[in-house]
T-cell receptor, first 111, second 117 residues
Framework: EDKVVQSPLSLVVHEGDTVTLNCSYE??????LLWYKQEKKAPTFLFML??SGIEKKSGRLSSILDKKELFSILNITATQTGDSAIYLCAVAAGNNRKLIWGLGTSLAVNP | GAVVSQHPSRVICKSGTSVKIECRSLDFQATTMFWYRQFPKKSLMLMAT?????????EQGVEKDKFLINHASLTLSTLTVTSAHPEDSSFYIC?????????????FGPGTRLLVL
């Protein structure tokens, strides 16, 4: 059965800290891995990763994929209170490209 | 970027009534849209995949007669919760995938909070 596992489930840090969120997966016919940020409403798209070893960056956020070890990490440097959210990892797999979702990591950044 | 709207954002209804939720892709065509349900502090649960011009594909355990999906155009899908009951109260979110690029990225609408009294 396809599955996506995120860790940790929750994390509390202070402003300025750097955090690393993990996402591992076991799927058939992997196509891509996606990261989303969810605050009070629906998820907003952060990154899509398809190739190993190529880092994607957007400001203080970056992500990388390891297709051999079947995981991805999402890094946030110099965290701010506005980074507080649930970070969701999803893997697109199969011919129908359906997304398989992890349970998310709840990040709280305290001032 | 790709924008998806969802309407209404919040609805309160009486038990037994039906509620329709609209999902629109505003600046791209979406052959495929998805309907999710999310419970508090839980991850997204895919309910069904909405295909333009054909019947929706429902996930196991989701009643297709209860949750009617219509994908009438390349920019609009609707979810109708029929004869709603309090246990249908939830956060419903739609997403759309831009087919031209063949990428897997789904762009989400802002969600609809449904409360059935």
């Amino acid at each position: 059965e396809d599955k996506v596992v995120q860790s940790p489930l929750s994390l509390v840090v202070h402003e300025g800290d750097t955090v690393t969120l993990n996402c591992s997966y076991e799927v058939t016919n992997f196509r891509s891995l996606l990261w989303y940020k969810q605050e009070k409403k629906a998820p907003t798209f952060l990154f899509m990763l398809t190739s190993s070893g190529i880092e994607k960056k957007s400001g203080r956020l970056s992500s990388i994929l390891d297709k051999k070890e079947l995981f991805s990490i999402l890094n946030i440097t110099a965290t701010q209170t506005g980074d507080s959210a649930i970070y969701l990892c999803a893997v697109a797999a199969g011919n129908n490209r359906k997304l398989i979702w992890g349970l998310g990591t709840s990040l709280a950044v305290n001032p | 970027g790709a924008v998806v709207s969802q309407h209404p954002s919040r609805v309160i209804c009486k038990s037994g009534t039906s509620v329709k939720i609209e999902c629109r892709s505003l600046d791209f065509q979406a052959t495929t849209m998805f309907w999710y349900r999310q419970f508090p502090k839980k991850s997204l649960m895919l309910m069904a995949t909405s295909n333009e011009g054909s019947k929706a594909t429902y996930e196991q355990g989701v009643e297709k007669d209860k949750f009617l999906i219509n994908h009438a155009s390349l920019t609009l899908s609707t979810l109708t919760v029929t004869s709603a009951h309090p246990e249908d109260s939830s956060f419903y979110i739609c997403s759309a995938r831009e087919e031209l690029t063949e990428k897997e990225t789904q762009y989400f609408g802002p969600g609809t909070r449904l409360l059935v009294l």
